[in-house]
């Protein structure tokens, strides 16, 4: 049985990176969520990578949430395009709402951001606070060193190898939609896939 993931918050760098192809795979990713009528969460903003894959999802008739603190308004550009704004008063309420809404979260390229949204997540996750599907999509290598540094924190002792895999880990969007959906089936399963 396949359960359908209704949304999916993608977190990603508010800057667009060096190589061309971390834009190509976040346009392919808003592309794949539209495609698969999947609502975009997303931090809000028209900048970077974080603006390019809500464009996508726009563009190919998709619907997108976008959740912004008032701070980041101008800094982030606020995106006005997108079906849904929510302006928070503040990140943590952002991240509240972001939560709430997302059936699955999904990582591309990013930075310092990213780094922190990817992190709390999957702690939250190993403190057992939620079950949701966590994917990183490891464009051309990029999330290479970030895999490298929670598998080195299990290998020194102090994470779990259950820990280390709420994360998966797949190469681009496709992918990700698939392990989400085997994820959400397997939970109402009771199965352990992880
Ligand atoms: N400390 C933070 N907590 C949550 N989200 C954050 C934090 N710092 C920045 N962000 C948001 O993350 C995305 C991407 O940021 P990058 O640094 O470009 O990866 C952006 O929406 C930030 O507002």
Redesign the pocket.
């Known amino acids: 049985m396949t359960i359908d993931v209704r949304a999916v918050a993608v ?5 667009m990176g060096v190589k061309p192809v971390y834009q190509q795979a976040a346009q392919e990713t808003g592309k794949e969520l539209a495609q698969a009528g999947i609502r975009l969460v997303y ?1 809000g ?1 028209a900048n ?1 990578l ?1 603006g390019v894959v809500a464009h996508a999802v726009i563009q190919a008739g998709g619907s997108v949430t976008g959740v912004i603190p008032e701070f ?1 308004k101008t800094r ?1 550009k606020m995106n006005e395009d997108v079906s849904e704004l929510i302006v928070t008063k503040s ?1 943590h309420e952002r ?1 509240q709402i972001m939560f709430a809404r997302a059936d699955a979260f999904w990582v591309l390229p ?8 990817l992190l ?1 997540i999957l702690t939250w996750k190993q403190l057992k606070r939620h079950d949701k599907p966590i994917v990183l999509i490891n464009v051309d290598g990029w999330g290479d060193k970030v895999v490298a540094m929670l598998n080195e924190a299990v290998q020194q002792g102090f994470a779990s190898t259950e820990a280390r895999s709420l994360l998966t880990v797949v190469p681009n969007a496709a992918a990700a939609l698939e392990c989400s959906r085997i994820a959400e089936s397997a939970e109402a399963l009771g199965v352990d896939v992880m």
């Open positions: 977190f990603c760098g508010s800057r931090g903003g970077g974080m980041l982030e990140m991240k990013g930075g310092f951001g990213t780094f922190e949204e709390e």
